[in-house]
């Protein structure tokens, strides 16, 4: 039997040392201590490991994003703005060009984009879902490039993932509301096309249902599409009922900030006349007044997590596919408020 050449895994193995840390002695890029360097460039040598791509044209390598196009520039969206901070910023550190490239349906063609993206890539990582359908990921999966999913999955595809754990955290915020003892509560959705709003909603209907609690469909209403403030439509669509709830569970703190405008537009105090909470801890949430009470889902780690499943690919270290959930962290802030000391 033909014996298998050493890889990148064999010698950090061997060295005691991560594949980040190899990699980085392998292409002579900084960021490991000078004993490190010398133990890992002894340990190549006698493994006998002769890396495939050479420092001169590492430098050269191209690796892409594809995420969809929104009317807002992707890099200044408030949550995939960190996704891909996080992911650009692991990547330059290894070397790597970032080619971003955004598809619009309505008037881009995937064979197109495929034919002048691909032949300059060595891998693709694919950010979201939305508009970017599972028959898209087929014929990106089949053109054979290393490929990586954020805060997408597809069923019985066994691509390497990176995703929140949204229904828990939908789960965990309704959880709170109810527990601060609310149980007239609306919920501001989102769009189905984003499985990571989906997860999130079913996570609210999960804590409602153990509560024992039916939610009003009319404190349920449908987003709107293409308005620039979400949330704000659907709350104004709440506030114009006869009766309103005491807390609102907005899908995103996107929505949560058009919601909150919205409210203070109609004279009502937040929290005093109505609470409000959301999901993600975007960079305003910190600065809205009041400030908002959200669920910290770790952008900028999902960017960071998905590279460094690429670069292995790339290098060929992954042999298993593997879907990577980060966890999330509550944040209690100031926009819900406790109705338990009233009683």
């Known amino acids: 039997m033909r014996k298998q050449r050493p890889n990148m895994r064999d010698v950090a193995r061997q060295a005691g040392v991560s594949l980040s840390a190899v990699s980085l002695v392998v292409n002579g890029k900084p960021g490991v201590s000078p004993e490190i360097r010398e133990h890992v460039q002894e340990i190549i040598s006698n493994l006998g490991y002769k890396n495939t791509i050479t420092q001169e044209n590492t430098a050269k390598?191209?690796?892409?994003?594809?995420?969809?196009?929104?009317?807002?520039?992707?890099?200044?969206?408030?949550?995939?703005?960190?996704?891909?901070?996080?992911?650009?910023?692991?990547?330059?550190?290894?070397?790597?060009?970032?080619?971003?490239?955004?598809?619009?349906?309505?008037?881009?063609?995937?064979?197109?984009?495929?034919?002048?993206?691909?032949?300059?890539?060595?891998?693709l990582v694919v950010a979201n879902d939305g508009d970017i359908t599972l028959e898209m990921i087929d014929q990106l999966k089949s053109v054979?490039?290393?490929?990586?999913?954020?805060?997408?999955?597809?069923?019985?595809?066994?691509?390497?993932?990176?995703?929140?754990?949204?229904?828990m955290v939908g789960y965990t915020m309704m959880r709170y509301v109810i527990e601060m003892g609310h149980t007239e509560i609306a919920v501001l959705k989102g769009p189905t096309k984003y499985s990571s709003l989906v997860h999130r909603l079913?996570?609210?209907?999960?804590?409602?249902?153990?509560?024992?609690?039916?939610?009003?469909?009319?404190?349920?209403?449908?987003p709107v599409s293409g308005h620039p403030h979400k949330?704000?439509?659907?709350?104004?669509?709440?506030?114009?009922?006869?009766?309103?709830?005491?807390?609102?569970?907005?899908?995103?703190?996107?929505?949560?900030?058009?919601?909150?405008?919205?409210?203070?537009?109609?004279?009502?105090r937040i929290p005093e006349d109505i609470s409000i909470v959301s999901m993600d801890n975007i960079a305003e949430s910190a600065y809205t007044r009041p400030p908002l009470t959200t669920i910290s889902v770790p952008k900028y780690e999902m960017g960071a997590v998905a590279f460094d499943k690429l670069h292995r690919l790339i290098n060929g270290e992954m042999d298993i596919p593997v879907q990577s959930i980060l966890y999330s962290d509550f944040i209690v802030r100031d926009s819900c408020l406790d109705l338990r000391e009233k009683k």
């Open 61 to 123: 390598q191209a690796i892409g994003i594809l995420i969809e196009k929104n009317s807002m520039p992707v890099i200044m969206d408030a949550f995939y703005g960190e996704v891909i901070r996080g992911f650009q910023t692991e990547a330059q550190r290894m070397g790597y060009h970032v080619i971003l490239s955004m598809f619009d349906r309505n008037h881009d063609n995937l064979d197109e984009l495929i034919n002048s993206l691909v032949p300059q890539l060595k891998g």
């Open 144 to 167: 054979r490039l290393p490929l990586v999913l954020i805060e997408n999955h597809v069923m019985n595809q066994k691509i390497p993932t990176v995703v929140g754990d949204h229904f």
């Open 202 to 222: 079913l996570g609210i209907l999960a804590a409602a249902g153990e509560a024992g609690m039916t939610l009003r469909p009319e404190w349920m209403p449908k």
């Open 231 to 268: 949330g704000y439509m659907q709350m104004q669509e709440i506030l114009r009922l006869p009766t309103r709830p005491t807390a609102v569970v907005a899908i995103s703190d996107k929505t949560a900030l058009g919601a909150m405008e919205a409210i203070k537009e109609h004279g009502l």
